[in-house]
């Protein structure tokens, strides 16, 4: 993973390496929680990285609530 800095300004083709990177861990399983740890970003900024890359995103996952009858 590229060496960032927290918050600094990633654009060109900085950021689409980083896209590419993200995509493939994210493709091979691993969460957005994870690779915003992993990468020093943040959750949104992730997110936004793997939907600009056309990632197809996962549902959440956990228990579903069901309505009470």
């Given at each position: 993973?590229?060496?960032?800095?927290?918050?600094?300004?990633?654009?060109?083709?900085?950021?689409?390496?980083?896209?590419?990177?993200?995509?493939?861990?994210?493709?091979?399983?691993?969460?957005?929680?994870?690779l915003?740890?992993?990468?020093?970003?943040?959750?949104?900024?992730?997110?936004?990285?793997?939907?600009?890359?056309?990632?197809?995103?996962?549902?959440?996952?956990?228990?579903?609530?069901?309505?009470?009858?």
């Amino acid at each position: 993973m590229a060496d960032l800095k927290k918050g600094a300004r990633i654009t060109g083709s900085a950021r689409d390496k980083l896209a590419s990177d993200l995509k493939k861990k994210y493709e091979k399983g691993a969460s957005i929680r994870a690779l915003a740890e992993q990468t020093g970003r943040s959750y949104g900024f992730v997110h936004r990285v793997l939907s600009e890359s056309g990632v197809q995103l996962r549902g959440r996952g956990g228990a579903t609530r069901t309505k009470k009858k």
